[in-house]
């Protein structure tokens, strides 16, 4: 009877321990399969989904999302433009902020945009609608915060940490090769005006002095680094340009500054010491963009 008595608290202390662990395993799930997530945003703290499958962005975030696989289902005109982005946006429609039945049509779970973007009280009717200001962060602390938005913070930082360092080695062989003190200078051609710009404002200026930590000229470092560009005429580019020059413009624009003595005698144009770009491939600083001009920058200075 004893022994009877015995088997029987053993296979009890069993039974309850399955429970307990059957008990915490389906927590577990519950909690990992959670239909939301508090995100602290600009605006205070918001319920977004915990996956996101909808996604449409207002905004210059559209490489952000694609590199971290988040389904996009509408995007803005400057999204489309950029041929980065075209098998990642191939199956998305085109919208924009005032387009506000359109974006309903798409049946969003989530929207992000700008802090200046229109109509976000109506959104906010549709969707959840997360915002962000243009460069209160840093360029890759951008990237981590949109990773949050959409529960991706640990793949958001794994990248951001990952770009930092190899940019940071592609700086330091460019450097070698070029010399420590060559100074590059970005500028971009866009209706008939030019604007040069500091080391915050897209067009690759994040990773060549930011990350790669490139020189930039004096006179560029005077007059756009506070402000992130600053406007001047295709005449004055010359004062502006240093060893090396990276010139965004569109191909299909009017180019016609570059046929000109002024610009012909540019010593960094008479050196071949002139990137071309695309304007609408480097507009941005998300991530998938900053993959890119990383890519451009070897290719160019290193000859990878």
């Known amino acids: 009877m004893k022994k009877f008595a015995l088997i029987f608290v053993v296979v009890l202390s069993l039974v309850l321990v399955g429970c307990g662990a059957n008990s915490d395993k389906a927590s577990n799930e519950k909690k990992e399969e959670a239909k939301t997530i508090t995100f602290q945003s600009e605006d205070g703290k918001i319920e977004v989904p915990a996956k996101p499958k909808r996604v ?20 803005d005109s400057w999204s489309f433009d950029n041929a980065n982005f075209k098998d990642a946006l191939k199956d998305a429609k085109e919208v924009s902020e005032e387009d506000v039945e359109g974006i309903i049509a798409l049946k969003p779970d989530l929207i992000i ?58 700086g330091n062989e460019i450097k070698a090769k070029i010399g420590e003190n060559a100074s590059v200078s970005v500028a971009e051609s866009y209706d008939k005006q030019m604007y040069v710009f500091g080391d915050n404002w897209g067009r690759g200026t994040e990773v060549l002095y930011q990350a790669m930590k490139l020189k ?8 756009a680094l506070e402000a992130g560009y600053y406007a001047i005429s295709p005449e004055e580019l010359g004062n502006y340009t240093g060893d090396y020059l ?59």
């Open 56 to 75: 449409v962005v207002l905004s210059s975030y559209t490489g952000d999302l694609i590199n971290l696989g988040v389904n996009i289902v509408g995007a």
């Open 113 to 170: 945009g700008s802090s200046t973007m229109k109509n976000k009280d109506k959104l906010k009717k549709v969707a959840p609608v997360v915002t962000f200001t243009y460069n209160k962060l840093n360029y890759l602390d951008q990237h981590i915060a949109v990773g949050k938005a959409v529960n991706k913070e640990k793949e958001a930082t794994e990248w951001a940490n990952d770009f930092e360092k190899r940019a940071e080695e592609a």
């Open 216 to 223: 930039m000229p004096d006179s560029v470092k005077n007059s």
């Open 246 to 304: 990276v010139l965004s413009r569109q191909s299909s624009g009017d180019n016609s500054f570059m046929k000109t003595t002024a610009y012909q005698d540019i010593p960094a144009v008479k050196n071949n010491r002139v990137l071309e770009v695309e304007s609408s491939k480097f507009y941005f600083n998300d991530a998938t963009t900053l993959e890119y001009q990383l890519k451009t920058f070897e290719d160019f200075f290193l000859g990878k």
